[in-house]
């Protein structure tokens, strides 16, 4: 399930989600230096709540949420100059 | 292949034990030691670190036996031949990485010049009660190959072999020395590098891609690749799977333990080496191994003199030990006299091996000397009656 | 849609087909090898020529996590199974990754030889106060009056101070870091890579399974906001002042940055100047 689009236009960046890794620490949602992901009230097939993005157009793509994620779950990246992307990449499968 | 000639001092010597072992590790090709002081065995180190920067090497002194045993084991993976050398308290300290190297199949050798125990015992005199801890001294199930020299020649001749075992069969090697044989000077002949047999390491020809560590085609024994070659593999004292992925189930568990066991027990009559004499029309035979050997030949030949038809069996390899053939030679003669320099260890191999057809009798010392001929002669007395 | 190429760039350095891994919620260990990965990265260190050792514990399970040549070896015996490894190919690059017990206490030995000796390995210790794997006992850099399940009154041991300890024994590089602190603590490691000697990066993670949660204090975000709000970065502070108390003052920085001769420098040096031409340095001892 991929999430809505955004107004995305002034976002630098987004992140992928590999949602049945997390264990939802909090760690990327607490660090994001500009608050853009948030614990979904979705479930994850161990139980956890991943995370979504709640300011999609806020993201850099700076990967903070990447270097805390102890569970190598999330990461940021930046979109190629010029180019929006839809929407932040959420992997349910894996 | 043949032996590194920069690493064998050909020649005629006049060496100990100690020396002469060695003597053996280089020509074999170790080009790495660690080791820690301990009377009677610090002279092969010695040795060796004033040879080997001459030769093309390292020996570094570690902090203790503990830091010795695996250091060498970090030096193989990392592409060197290497040893450690011990004695009774060390052996004991080094059994954790005994275990560790038999687990990960690292290729290397420990010595033990053995002395009298327990505990501190007696560094400077010589005992042989460090046998059945050189086969059960590792927690867990393995086999292991336990060689014993019993002259200054066979320290050099048998670490050789024990370096060529471990590559063989991708596992660590004892070499159980003695403290007389250690200490004791005799002459040494050392061939030229191209008459001295060595086994090259069991590396792998694969590609990185179709590489498992701990695969075997069929064989029992996996090849070897070391750190640095883009293999990018992973080693564990954890239960492991070919891939060297811990995997801790039963199965997994089962296959690992018959393998690291069978590749030995496979190979028995490569391994197994000992020495025959007089045994044909023999209504006793004297099982001896070490410097205890030396004494035994003299009872024998005394015991002959007088009439008596002993037969001699000497242990090379101690393990794994020769069970069938003194099975087969206990349903032909009346007695096994088993001498050594303990209160009883490999004679239990022995008499488990008679399986009662022959009687087994143990000739106990505590250690700190060595029997008198006199001692075995009068067992073998008492064995004919 | 998506761009389907981007990768995590942790990913390319993990087995994928181990994940996931055996890490608690919210434990520190998986976000220092983020930060290790990116250190590889930025130093362009030869990935091939790199070896990753480690001990006992549950960040001694990193090396089996990661795609190099790893060793998961015993407890407390990653260092001098990395000076062997060293000595015997120097053109690897030798790191060491492991826990606080199991580097400072049934390690603890190996540790200061091998920084008195400044063998060329780089020692990445995570911190987390306690003996994780095992279930939370004390470790000798548990905390005064901390509860684990061997103190379960509260501890009365005297801690180890690391960073002091290794710049006492003679370590070339010292610095102390938290899970927090993640692009100093990629770029310390980082710096590791580049430098010669024994380096040494210690960083404090939760464990908020064992320590935090006997403790009572949170879960491992709880334990990030704590780093975060009472760590001082004192970059060249003396390292006798470092010390860590229960819920106190985090001092983190790199403590000490200075060169000696390494080693194996040394051991070149004082071959050449008693043998001269008969030593034979034999730089790498791969066997045939």
């Excluded at chain 2, 990960?104 to 400077?124: A, I, K």
């Excluded at chain 3, 061997?150 to 870091?177: I, K, Q």
Aim: net charge neutral.
């Amino acid at each position: 399930m991929v999430s809505a689009v955004g107004v995305l236009l002034a976002a630098k960046g987004t992140v992928s989600i590999m949602v049945e890794r997390c264990k939802a620490c909090g760690f990327c949602v607490e660090f994001c230096p500009t608050k853009v992901l948030a614990l979904s009230s979705a479930f994850n097939s161990k139980g956890y709540h991943p995370p979504h993005l709640v300011a999609a157009e806020k993201c850099s793509g700076c990967d903070l949420c990447g270097m805390y994620c102890p569970d190598f779950a999330i990461f940021g990246y930046r979109f190629a100059a010029g180019k929006a992307d839809a929407a932040a990449e959420v992997d349910d499968a894996s | 292949m043949q032996a590194d000639p920069r690493g064998v001092l050909t020649g005629v010597h006049f060496l100990d034990g100690d020396h002469a072992c060695c003597e053996g590790a280089l020509a074999a090709g170790a080009r790495f030691a660690a080791g820690y002081p301990i009377t009677p065995s610090t002279e092969v180190v010695e040795r060796f670190a004033s040879r080997v920067p001459l030769v093309g090497g390292i020996f570094i002194q570690m902090e203790d036996e503990l830091a010795a045993s695996i250091a060498i084991q970090g030096a193989v993976w990392g592409g060197a031949k290497a040893f450690t050398v011990t004695s009774g308290p060390g052996f004991s300290l080094m059994m954790e990485h005994l275990g560790y190297a038999i687990m990960t199949e690292t290729p290397c050798v420990f010595v033990n010049v053995q002395r009298g125990g327990p505990s501190t015992g007696l560094p400077t005199l010589p005992a042989q009660a460090d046998m059945m801890q050189a086969r059960w001294g590792s927690h867990g199930d393995y086999e292991i190959i336990a060689l014993c020299p019993n002259s200054p020649q066979e320290c050099f001749d048998l670490t050789i072999r024990a370096f060529n075992f471990a590559e063989r069969y991708r596992v660590p090697v004892l070499l159980m020395m003695d403290e007389v044989v250690g200490h004791m000077t005799e002459k040494v002949i050392i061939p030229k590098a191209a008459e001295i047999e060595v086994e090259p390491r069991r590396h792998t020809h694969k590609s990185a891609a179709d590489y498992l560590p701990y695969g075997t085609n069929g064989d029992k024994v996996p090849e070897i690749a070391h750190a640095g070659e883009g293999y990018r593999f992973h080693m564990t004292g954890l239960t492991h799977d070919e891939r060297g992925y811990p995997n801790m189930n039963a199965s997994t568990q089962d296959k690992l333990v018959r393998r690291l066991q069978q590749k030995i027990t496979d190979a028995a009559k490569d391994i197994q080496l000992y020495e025959e004499d007089g045994i044909e029309n023999a209504d006793v035979v004297v099982v001896s191994y070490g410097i205890t050997s030396r004494v035994a030949q003299r009872a024998i030949e005394l015991a002959r003199a007088k009439g008596r038809r002993v037969g001699k069996f000497r242990l090379i390899t101690a393990w794994p030990f020769p069970h069938a053939r003194i099975t087969e030679l206990a349903a032909r003669v009346k007695a096994f006299v088993v001498p050594e320099l303990n209160m009883g260890q490999m004679v239990r191999e022995v008499e488990r091996a008679a399986g009662g057809k022959a009687k087994t009798i143990a000739v106990a010392h505590a250690g700190g000397g060595v029997h008198l001929p006199q001692t075995i002669l009068a067992a073998i007395e008492e064995a004919v009656r | 849609m998506s761009a389907p190429n981007v990768v995590n760039p942790v990913e390319p350095f993990l087995r994928s087909d181990r994940m996931p891994h055996i890490w608690c919620p919210g434990c520190g260990i998986g976000t220092t090898v983020n930060c290790f990965t990116r250190a590889l990265i930025d130093s362009k260190v030869d990935l091939d020529r790199l070896a990753l050792i480690s001990g006992i514990g549950c960040t001694g399970r990193v090396a089996g996590y990661v795609k190099l040549d790893s060793f998961h070896t015993t407890h407390g015996r990653a260092i001098p199974f990395a000076t062997g490894m060293k000595l015997a190919n120097p053109k690897l690059n030798v790191v060491v990754y492991s826990g606080d017990g199991d580097l400072s206490a049934i390690g603890g030995n190996h540790l200061i030889h091998a920084a008195r000796r400044n063998v060329d390995i780089k020692v990445i210790c995570v911190n987390n106060l306690v003996y994780a794997m095992t279930g939370g006992q004390s470790a000798p850099t548990t905390p005064g009056k901390a509860i684990t399940s061997t103190m379960p009154y509260g501890s009365y041991e005297p801690s180890f101070n690391l960073p002091h300890l290794v710049d006492a024994a003679g370590a070339v590089y010292v610095a102390r870091w938290t899970t927090f602190h993640v692009r100093q603590l990629a770029r310390s490691m980082a710096e590791a890579f580049q430098k010669k000697g024994f380096c040494f990066i210690e960083v404090l993670s939760p464990c908020p399974t064992l320590y935090q949660r006997r403790n009572k204090m949170g879960d491992g975000l709880d334990t990030m906001k704590y780093y975060k709000e009472k760590s001082k970065i004192r970059h060249g502070a003396p390292t006798p002042e470092v010390g860590l108390t229960l819920n106190g003052e985090i001092v983190v920085g790199k403590f000490v940055d200075r060169d000696r001769p390494d080693y194996r420098e040394l051991l070149h040096a004082q071959m050449s100047e008693t043998l001269g031409e008969r030593y034979i340095d034999e730089t790498e001892l791969v066997c045939s």
